[in-house]
């Protein structure tokens, strides 16, 4: 059977033909639209693995939910998914309504992620490029987002298909927030993400420098675990913003093993002030 030009005049009595350039206009639509209802998009991105990116994306959600704005997170690491086990909904699944899938609720955040949509936490998704890039359109245009203030996208590590996929879905992006390690190989690849960003006239809203430094809890004495430093000096040379530095700390692990954000937890400890700052001065320059 040939190829439907759309012209036929059977589409409109059958459902047995089919153009899938009008389906991709209309799954564009719908992105615009649902899209277009978010008053910030961000991607939260990283050039390699390790450096604590989910984690800033889910406290980053948390501490803008707790200033009273309305956000979402969308998990567009389809074959490594972490953010519902960060929030502490691991266990729930995807709900399909009427005007479409129905994101979970974490506290108030609205979240979703393929996780939600596995048997298992042990399935894994083997899949290329085209199909994660399908997965990720469909979390934009098919989930029912509603009017949001922010919209955290958590990316998985490097520069390949999935940024690439919402730089090129969402054209009215607010900008992406590198998040580095402060030594030396971490430095190198956040470097790349840091161009890549650029390279897709994508705005660079600042680089976080995580793990920087531990407080020793006996002593008071910060250690440099990882080196201090290393991802201020990185922004200088690109010449875009450093948004602050979070230190190491011990209660991290065990709170996101709990399904719980550190910037949830009673106390000020170093790195919950730090994160607070970093939040002030993201606030500030996106409304400058």
Not at 182 to 202: F, I, T, W
Request: glycine content about 10%; charged content about 25%.
């Amino acid at each position: 059977m040939d190829e439907c030009d759309g012209k036929c005049g059977t589409c409109a009595e059958s459902d047995a033909c089919t153009d899938p350039r009008k389906d991709m206009e209309m799954q564009a639509m719908k992105v615009s639209e649902r899209m277009g209802k978010i008053k910030h998009k961000i991607m939260v991105a990283s050039g390699k693995g390790g450096v604590g990116k989910s984690t800033v994306a889910v406290n980053l959600a948390r501490a803008l939910y707790d200033k009273g704005y309305k956000v979402g997170v969308l998990d567009a690491d389809i074959t490594g998914p972490s953010v519902p086990k960060l929030l502490g909904v691991e266990n729930e699944r995807l709900l399909a309504g009427s005007e479409g899938i129905t994101p979970t609720d974490a506290r108030g955040v609205k979240v979703i992620s393929m996780a939600l949509a596995l048997s298992s936490p042990d399935s894994a998704v083997i899949w290329r490029g085209p199909m994660k890039m399908a997965a990720i359109r469909q979390f934009m245009s098919d989930v029912t987002w509603g009017d949001l203030d922010f919209l955290i996208i958590d990316l998985p590590p490097g520069t390949s298909d999935e940024p690439l996929s919402v730089i090129q879905l969402i054209p009215d992006l607010s900008g992406a927030i590198i998040v580095t390690t402060p030594q030396e190989v971490a430095l190198l690849d956040s470097r790349k993400a840091v161009n890549m960003v650029k390279s897709m006239d994508v705005p660079v809203l600042g680089v976080i420098e995580n793990m920087s430094g531990l407080r020793c809890p006996h002593c008071g004495e910060v250690l440099d675990i990882f080196k201090i430093g290393g991802g201020e000096k990185a922004s200088e040379e690109l010449g875009v913003t450093f948004l602050g530095a979070i230190p190491l700390d011990l209660d991290v692990t065990p709170l996101g093993d709990r399904g719980m954000t550190f910037i949830d937890q009673e106390g000020d400890t170093d790195a919950k002030k730090s994160f607070e700052e970093i939040v002030k001065r993201l606030i500030e320059k996106l409304d400058g």
